[in-house]
């Protein structure tokens, strides 16, 4: 059963009708966050007993004097009632009082009872008592607070996402005893054979996830219709699985992302951050569709004891990641946080201002930055994200079906969890070296309702589980002018988790052929095809030709097609260059192929590198006849970029630079770890 009827039928079997909310013009234009607006930066206030007045009134005044002007907090119920229900907002009405009086505007993250140690907050109801005491909370909260003028909008819950994981509560054992019933599992396919792998733990995860968001949010229209709708995906890399963002646009007005390299960035080195934050708000700005969208938690200080990778961003990086931020479409950032927390494992960490509650290099440089966005107003209102023509698609089922397949850990990294969207994530960094960035993600995400793909291209790298309903959408795209890109083992599984090759290989037509085998090599090897020699990751393809024509050979051996389909083709190599590429942290080779094989796609690019030059990506908005675009340089050494123009000829203005170095024309100087901020007219 398609899943878009899957969420229906789990809403009637006792959650309720999802209500279909999508904003129109007029009525989005009332909200604080619009994708007209001038950029925003902000921090997050953390407000918990023992804070005096004098504090709040400092740090929201703090915010004033740096050009911040919105903020976000925790709106803990465990210090805004007792054990009697007895409510009492002071603490918070003092914060809103401050918000007012210093013109900052707030998104008040809704934050339900929960044990001292949760910092990051409950994902999920734990009994129908619980719900229902949800329920309350957000009665009295939003009753209450929607009289401030500070008020900007409700993020619905902190950090939707698992991992992965269904915690065993009564609730939840509940609910997916319905749910199942609306959906059994299936103990044969329609073609005879038997189901002994099902995906339907993260099927149910996926829809859960959508229905509980979409429940907070009606929940609070019974009381306040008029602010924002927000919330925060994190760990984006490894809880892509759980994210429907196309079904969470039906009611939220705004999507958000936690993007803290410490905790989030774990498949990439400290020298890569910054390539890990553009592909990381490629992913929500995709995922956002015609909803503006901002980074709502960005790492401000140091985690001296918390988090998965002890760091301290500094101010270089500070500037980087916020610049790649706007760089992307985004309409604002939020630090974590302003004010470090006093107890808990999180105490004393985090900040932006010192223990004495001054702001420190990264804070200045923020709003040094901040100032340059309201300076320039006019330009960065109209600025949107330059429009990639190719397209880096993952899929759902495959991220599913890795997680049941790598159960028992290896030193290869396509046997591990992650493998997919490294595999992606491949060609993403080898795009960004050339100075371009791709559109990064859900094939459901991608349009496939035009008549005319000439100059596109799709790239499906190492998609485990390819499910046969989106057959008919890959070859419309082809069939209609468009050039797919596959590799490594794309539609190894249906989405029964059956192995394509044997129970039937529904992209045959489309690819040009089947598998015979697929051997393991190396951790690296090298694909010597005709002109270029790609490293490859663990596992070579071997290919039967059916009408598709071989184009790479090793020893008389095919390992790769193209095929001609309608007006499209295919380029087919099902081995892991992808991956192997990155491995090696070498994209030569790669980018190669790729600058050969993309050429109609790069041709309608209007700027990007005359050459790849390594460690140094670019991000590039339009305003107008204007193009901005952000270069940040994260090798050791001084870099020159030479940039490429379509049919333009164009003056630079150097708008922020974090040295004195200059433009010249089209070459660009950049000195180690500099960010380079050019509106080119």
């Not at 080195?269 to 708000?281: D, E, G, I, L, W």
């Not at 046997?415 to 993600?441: C, D, H, Q």
């Amino acid at each position: 059963m398609p899943l878009k009827y899957i969420l229906l039928l789990f809403l009637f079997a006792g959650f309720g009708v999802m209500q279909t909310n999508a904003q129109s013009k007029e009525k989005e234009n009332s909200y604080f966050l619009k994708n007209d607006a001038v950029p925003y930066v902000g921090a997050q206030v953390f407000i918990e007993p023992g804070q005096t007045d004098a504090d709040i009134d400092k740090w929201f005044s703090v915010l004033k004097e740096n050009h911040f002007t919105f903020c976000r907090i925790r709106m803990f119920e465990s210090y805004m009632r007792d054990e009697n229900y007895n409510w009492d907002f002071s603490l918070f009405d003092k914060a809103f009082a401050a918000a007012d009086k210093y013109g900052i505007k707030i998104y008040a993250t809704l934050f339900p009872y929960t044990e001292k140690t949760d910092i990051g907050g409950f994902k999920f109801p734990r009994s129908e008592k619980h719900f229902h005491e949800i329920a309350v909370y957000i009665e009295n909260l939003v009753s209450h607070f929607k009289q401030y003028k500070s008020l900007a909008g409700w993020v619905l819950i902190n950090e939707p996402g698992t991992g992965g994981s269904i915690p065993q509560n009564e609730f939840l054992e509940q609910k997916i005893k319905e749910w199942k019933a609306e959906n059994p599992p299936k103990d044969f396919a329609e073609n005879g054979y038997p189901v002994l792998v099902d995906l339907n733990n993260e099927a149910f995860l996926l829809d859960y996830n959508t229905w509980f968001l979409n429940w907070i949010s009606e929940e609070i229209k019974k009381y306040d219709n008029k602010h924002d709708l927000h919330v925060n995906n994190h760990a984006i890399f490894s809880n892509l699985a759980e994210y429907d963002f196309p079904a969470w646009r039906k009611f939220l007005t705004s999507l958000g992302g936690s993007a803290h390299p410490s905790w989030h960035f774990s498949y990439f080195t400290r020298q890569k951050f910054s390539v890990a934050m553009s592909a990381n708000c490629e992913i929500i700005s995709s995922g956002a569709g015609e909803l503006p969208w901002i980074i709502t938690e960005l790492q401000g200080g140091n985690n001296t004891y918390s988090g998965g990778n002890p760091i301290c961003p500094t101010k270089e990086e500070i500037a980087q990641w916020l610049w790649i931020i706007y760089g992307s479409g985004s309409k604002g950032t939020i630090f974590w946080s302003l004010n470090p927390r006093s107890s808990g494992i999180e105490a004393g960490e985090w900040a932006l201002l010192n223990f004495q509650d001054e702001p420190s290099d990264r804070m200045t440089t923020a709003g040094n930055i901040a100032e340059i966005l309201q300076k320039n107003s006019e330009l960065f209102q109209k600025a949107k994200k330059l429009e990639s023509n190719i397209s880096i698609l993952y899929v759902h089922e495959s991220l599913w079906a890795e997680s049941e397949m790598v159960k028992y850990g290896s030193n290869y990294e396509a046997r591990n969890r992650g493998g997919v969207i490294k595999s992606a994530l491949g060609y993403f960094e080898a795009f960004s070296e050339m100075g371009i960035t791709p559109n990064l993600k859900s094939l459901e995400e991608f349009d496939f309702s035009k008549n005319d793909y000439s100059g596109e291209t799709i790239i499906l790298s190492h998609q485990l589980a390819f499910p046969k309903k989106y057959v008919g959408s890959l070859e419309h795209f082809v069939a209609n002018g468009g050039k797919l890109i596959v590799d490594g083992l794309t539609a190894f599984f249906d989405q029964d988790m059956h192995n394509t090759m044997k129970t039937g290989f529904d992209l045959e037509n489309l690819l040009g052929g089947n598998v015979s085998e697929f051997k393991m090599v190396d951790t690296i090897f090298t694909l010597e095809t005709s002109g270029y020699q790609l490293p490859a990751h663990l596992w070579k393809g071997f290919v039967v030709e059916k009408n598709g024509t071989p184009v790479f050979d090793d020893s008389k051996a095919k390992i790769g097609l193209r095929n001609s389909f309608g007006k499209g083709e295919v380029l087919w190599v099902p081995s892991l260059p992808g991956l192997g590429s990155r491995i090696e942290n070498n994209y030569s080779e790669l980018q190669k192929l790729l600058a050969n094989e993309t050429a109609q796609s790069l041709q309608q690019i209007p700027v990007q590198f005359e050459k790849p030059v390594k460690n140094v990506l670019m991000k590039t908005l339009v305003a107008g006849d204007a193009f901005i675009t952000v270069l940040v340089n994260k090798d050791k050494n001084r870099q020159e970029v030479l940039l490429k123009f379509q049919n333009k000829k164009l003056l630079p203005e150097i708008l922020y630079s974090t040295t004195s170095a200059k433009a010249e024309g089209k070459n660009v100087i950049l000195e180690p770890e500099e960010t380079k901020v050019i509106v080119w007219r």
